[in-house]
């Protein structure tokens, strides 16, 4: 965990971690979760120094609840996301993109 986490984002951390071990994630991949988590809660909360617009602007993952995972209903990373992505590997014309085309132009 780092330092810069307070008492309460690192009780949060063990917490998610615990619960993923729980469902049957590894160590490794349960603290990948809890930090994930806990590093969106404080960006949405203000308490980083830098945020994503998608992490601000996103729903919390408490409240989304897997709500992009399983089989009904859209599925993956959302648009702007896939934007992100798309700018990080310098693709041209992404901002014209829909969420469908930024997937194939990522080889997805």
């Given at each position: 965990m780092p330092q810069a986490w307070s008492k309460k984002r690192e009780?949060?951390?063990?917490?998610?971690?615990?619960?993923?071990?729980?469902?049957?994630?590894?160590?490794?991949?349960?603290k990948e979760i809890a930090s994930r988590t806990v590093n969106k809660n404080r960006a949405q909360s203000g308490e980083s120094k830098t945020a994503s617009r998608s992490s601000v602007k996103d729903k919390s993952p408490q409240q989304r609840g897997g709500?992009?995972?399983?089989?009904?209903g859209?599925?993956?990373?959302?648009?702007?996301?896939?934007?992100?992505?798309?700018?990080q590997r310098g693709i041209k014309g992404r901002s014209k993109m829909t969420k469908k085309q930024l997937e194939r132009a990522l080889g997805r």
């Open positions: 009780r949060q951390y063990e917490h998610i971690k615990e619960s993923a071990e729980d469902r049957g994630a590894s160590e490794r991949r349960a709500q992009r995972s399983g089989k009904n859209p599925k993956g990373p959302t648009r702007d996301q896939l934007y992100n992505e798309a700018r």
